[in-house]
């Protein structure tokens, strides 16, 4: 589509500057004339920003809010159903819905909350997110493992707008995900592995409700985060700075249909940083089911990186306790090492099997040449992409899959942490060479802690992903097995008292037994870092 500049700019926005103009664009060397439209990035249907968040979060364009999208927000407005919301700031953006972060009105001391509005394509009377949320939220009343290890939805509420009605869901307030682990620590070493312990022991819990996540990886499991509930709404906001955005360039021509905000709030997730915990929490359960109850999703939602072979190689899906398995192992090596364990340069299918094959090796046959996929022919075709590299030339170069897989593991886990993070150490040594003088052709020190882990831990550490990583599922490691594997015990001897479990009793709950007493609604009363909603004795929504 080819636009015009408009000269008719004089809109006025929160985030313009004093006189209603917009704001300057920030990686230009040019500058506006007065009055001139103009937008920085991405233009799609006519609609663009002016401005960009020097962070590189994702967070949505204009275009997203056609009919079907997103539902227009602004810094200020009260949503919700008889509990009512105030919107402050927004901590997420994602394919399907924003995350908001909201103060809950009537309440004192105040009480924050994050509002999850999906897109109004994504929102049906009955879904995923909101079944697994209920069920988990009446297992929660029962075990507090659930509570401490799973965010699941308070309460839910639909909004009617310009762009159609949008499921709303209210969850307590988390941090950062675990993709984003930066900072300074005493011993690196001590604190990831408390973390890679902790999501396998929330996978635990998980599949101990006899439930498949079916997305499980580090971008849905979060950091939580205390010390926020009793501060006053300007206190909060001192945590989590002042709102930063673009306001929206629309152009003639553009697409009428489109409902934009007057601006795009930028995520404030990596202010949340310093009043982090060492704990940790699973999110996002919209793809997720219960084994033996009712009909799983046709496909899962985990990208390539995290997704199971049969997962990827079946058109009805076939996630299964297994499949999730799978991406425990991926996921507890790139908390550990900040990389991934499988590295897919496409989500097609062709960019899967070329990494698979790189990374594993030859592929069972009922895969390789068998419908609906015919990966031999896929692999071939992998060949012409320019986009993946590496791997077997030819088909007969083409090694076992244990010889390679292992070869892969030992391989990732003998690497140097890659984590954004310091140490005394880390410190000490960049000091001592930023002090010294260079010397012509030696490599500048880093203040980042860039260390392999112990050769203990990398032996035990390759095992237990070589185990949860066989290409057959059956032969994977179950939970129970993975609990007990020696890298926890090397774990619990050198870092922390426990491992990862599972809760048990799942059938007593669903039939109501030991049922305990908590309410008329079954809220239980918000205390400081509590993952439960404060009381009030309306009816939820």
């Known amino acids: ?204 819990v998980t599949q101990g409700c006899n439930m498949i996540h079916n997305d499980f990886r580090p971008s849905n499991i979060l950091i939580e985060i205390g010390g926020l509930a009793g501060k006053s709404e300007e206190e909060v906001m001192a945590i989590l700075g002042e709102p930063q955005g673009a306001n929206v360039v629309k152009y003639p021509g553009a697409d009428a249909t489109a409902n934009p905000p007057e601006y795009i709030i930028f995520p404030a997730s990596e202010n949340l940083l310093c009043q982090s915990r060492e704990t940790l929490t699973v999110i996002d359960f919209g793809n997720s089911f219960r084994e033996g109850k009712g ?80 990966l031999q022919e896929a692999w071939h075709k992998s060949h012409s992409d320019p986009r993946l590299h590496g791997g077997p030339a030819t088909e007969e170069a083409i090694e076992p899959e244990a010889t390679v897989r292992w070869r892969h593991i030992q391989a990732a886990v003998a690497k140097k942490v890659a984590h954004p993070i310091t140490s005394p150490e880390s410190v000490r040594r960049w000091e001592e060479a930023r002090s010294a003088p260079w010397v012509p052709g030696t490599e500048p020190v880093s203040m980042a802690f860039h260390e392999c882990i112990p050769e203990e831990e990398q032996r035990l550490f390759a095992d237990l992903l070589y185990k949860m990583t066989e290409l057959e599922p059956a032969k994977r490691l179950v939970i129970a097995e993975v609990a007990a594997h020696p890298w926890f015990d090397y774990v619990r001897r050198h870092d922390v008292p426990d491992g990862p479990a599972s809760p048990h009793g799942v059938e007593d709950v669903e039939s109501g037994a030991g049922a305990s007493d908590t309410g008329t609604n079954g809220e239980a009363e918000a205390e400081e870092g509590s993952k439960t909603e404060p009381e009030s004795g309306e009816q939820k929504a």
């Open 1 to 204: 589509m080819s636009l015009e500049k408009s000269v008719d700019a004089e809109q006025s926005s929160p985030l313009a500057g004093p006189s209603g103009e917009a704001a300057a664009p920030a990686f230009t060397d040019d500058q506006p004339k007065p009055g001139e439209l103009w937008h920085v990035g991405p233009c799609h249907l006519g609609y663009g920003l002016d401005n960009q968040d020097s962070f590189s979060q994702y967070y949505e364009g204009p275009w997203e809010y056609l009919p079907g999208g997103h539902h227009p927000i602004h810094l200020g407005d009260i949503i919700g159903g008889p509990k009512k919301y105030k919107v402050l700031h927004k901590l997420g953006s994602g394919r399907s819905a924003n995350v908001w972060f909201c103060s809950m009105l009537g309440q004192d001391p105040p009480f924050y909350v994050a509002v999850k509005v999906l897109k109004a394509c994504a929102s049906q009377p009955e879904n995923n997110e909101l079944t697994i949320g209920r069920f988990l939220r009446n297992m929660g009343y029962h075990y507090y493992d659930i509570v401490d290890n799973l965010t699941y939805p308070w309460r839910d509420f639909t909004l009617e707008g310009p762009n159609g009605t949008h499921q709303c869901f209210v969850y307590p307030v988390q941090g950062p995900t675990v993709c984003k682990v930066d900072g300074h620590f005493n011993n690196p070493h001590v604190y990831l592995r408390e973390l890679t312990r902790k999501a396998a022991y929330a996978m635990g």
């Open 295 to 374: 009909s799983p999703p046709r496909a899962s939602g985990a990208p390539s990186h995290y997704a199971a072979p049969e997962v990827v190689f079946s058109n009805q899906g076939q996630a299964s306790l297994a499949s999730d398995i799978w991406a425990l192992a991926c996921t507890l090596y790139e908390i550990r090492f900040g990389e991934k364990l499988f590295h897919c340069e496409s989500d097609h299918v062709e960019g899967y099997i070329h990494a698979l094959v790189k990374h594993c090796g030859k592929v069972p046959e009922r895969w390789w040449s068998a419908p609906p996929w015919n």
